[in-house]
């Protein structure tokens, strides 16, 4: 009878040990051989996120049902789940839809999980489309407007309905904004018959200066695009720092020398 206190103590000494290592987690043996805990492992919850990106937008024949195309995480309703297409606003001119989809953060994803997929979310639109612009999420915009219906057509940078290409000073505005060139690229004097089009752009180049500073302060480069007027807007062709007509003839013989034979050749500006 004497030995069975002792013996018992052990037992509830270790349920009581077990309990404690329950609450703090794993105890892992360090350098020196004593025990030190480690983090909690965060558990895996479901978040509602906004797509990688939309691909692609159609409407039925209704013109009310719309499907939008979304890239998701990949690997089925494991990684991406409850895709939804909300309307949050309408206008006259615009529809705006948010697309969402839930996925699991926190933990290791699963190597799944790390590639894309396409999801489709559908939604009924309070009322036909027609010319108004579709807004998914604010940085992708669709219009019914010159589409292969069902399917909507993307717009670009320009917008749904870029300036058309006349000889005004919003359509050279675009056609500036179709060059590879630096933001704040000045302008030239505009050559434009409707069809064809040339100017000169100039670009700031190395450090900016105060005013009034000296010489080799304030650099830019300068060079002469050419432009043929095509249904999605002006169209550059040619690029060239050279007099006349030759390096644009040398790509489009077409090319009026009216607008080119007495452009003088460009310098550099310091």
Same mark, same amino acid.
């Given at each position: 009878?004497?030995?069975t206190? @002792?013996l018992?103590t052990?037992?509830?000494?270790s349920?009581?040990?077990?309990l404690?290592l329950g609450?703090?987690?794993?105890?892992?043996?360090?350098?020196d051989?004593?025990a030190t805990p480690?983090? $909690?492992t965060?558990?895996?919850r479901?978040?509602?996120?906004a797509?990688f990106r939309?691909t692609?937008?159609?409407l039925?024949?209704d013109r009310?049902?719309?499907?939008v195309d979304?890239?998701? %995480?990949g690997?089925?309703?494991?990684c991406a789940?409850?895709?939804?297409a909300?309307v949050?606003?309408?206008s006259d001119?615009?529809?705006?839809?948010?697309?969402?989809?839930?996925a699991?953060?926190g933990?290791?994803?699963?190597?799944d999980?790390?590639?894309?997929?396409?999801a489709?979310a559908?939604?009924?639109l $309070?009322?036909?489309?027609?010319?108004?612009?579709l807004?998914?999420g604010?940085?992708?915009?669709?219009? !019914?407007d010159g589409a292969?219906?069902?399917?909507?057509?993307?717009?670009g940078?320009?917008?749904?309905?870029p300036?058309?290409?006349g000889?005004t %000073?919003?359509s050279y505005d675009q056609a500036?904004?179709a060059?590879?060139?630096?933001?704040?690229?000045?302008?030239?004097e &505009?050559?434009c018959d409707?069809e064809w089009?040339?100017?000169?752009v100039s670009?700031?180049?190395? $450090? !900016?200066?105060p &005013?009034?500073a000296?010489p080799?302060c304030g650099?830019?480069?300068s060079?002469r695009?050419?432009?043929?007027?095509?249904?999605?807007?002006w169209k550059p062709?040619?690029?060239?720092?050279k007099?006349?007509?030759?390096?644009?003839?040398?790509i &489009?013989?077409?090319f009026p020398?009216a607008?080119?034979?007495d452009l @003088?050749p460009?310098k550099?500006s310091?």
């Amino acid at each position: 009878m004497g030995r069975t206190r @002792p013996l018992l103590t052990v037992v509830l000494l270790s349920a009581v040990g077990v309990l404690v290592l329950g609450a703090c987690g794993t105890l892992r043996a360090g350098s020196d051989g004593a025990a030190t805990p480690t983090e $909690p492992t965060e558990s895996p919850r479901w978040q509602t996120l906004a797509p990688f990106r939309v691909t692609a937008a159609r409407l039925a024949d209704d013109r009310r049902t719309l499907s939008v195309d979304a890239e998701v %995480p990949g690997g089925g309703k494991t990684c991406a789940r409850d895709v939804k297409a909300v309307v949050t606003d309408t206008s006259d001119r615009t529809v705006w839809v948010q697309v969402t989809f839930s996925a699991l953060t926190g933990g290791t994803p699963r190597a799944d999980c790390r590639t894309t997929a396409t999801a489709t979310a559908k939604v009924r639109l $309070p009322s036909p489309l027609g010319h108004r612009v579709l807004s998914v999420g604010n940085f992708t915009t669709f219009t !019914a407007d010159g589409a292969d219906l069902p399917h909507l057509r993307l717009c670009g940078e320009l917008g749904c309905h870029p300036a058309p290409t006349g000889c005004t %000073p919003a359509s050279y505005d675009q056609a500036v904004t179709a060059l590879d060139v630096p933001d704040h690229t000045s302008r030239g004097e &505009e050559r434009c018959d409707g069809e064809w089009l040339v100017f000169d752009v100039s670009s700031r180049m190395g $450090p !900016a200066c105060p &005013e009034g500073a000296g010489p080799g302060c304030g650099a830019s480069h300068s060079d002469r695009w050419f432009f043929r007027a095509e249904k999605s807007g002006w169209k550059p062709i040619a690029r060239s720092t050279k007099g006349g007509c030759a390096d644009v003839h040398g790509i &489009e013989p077409a090319f009026p020398s009216a607008l080119c034979a007495d452009l @003088p050749p460009l310098k550099r500006s310091n």
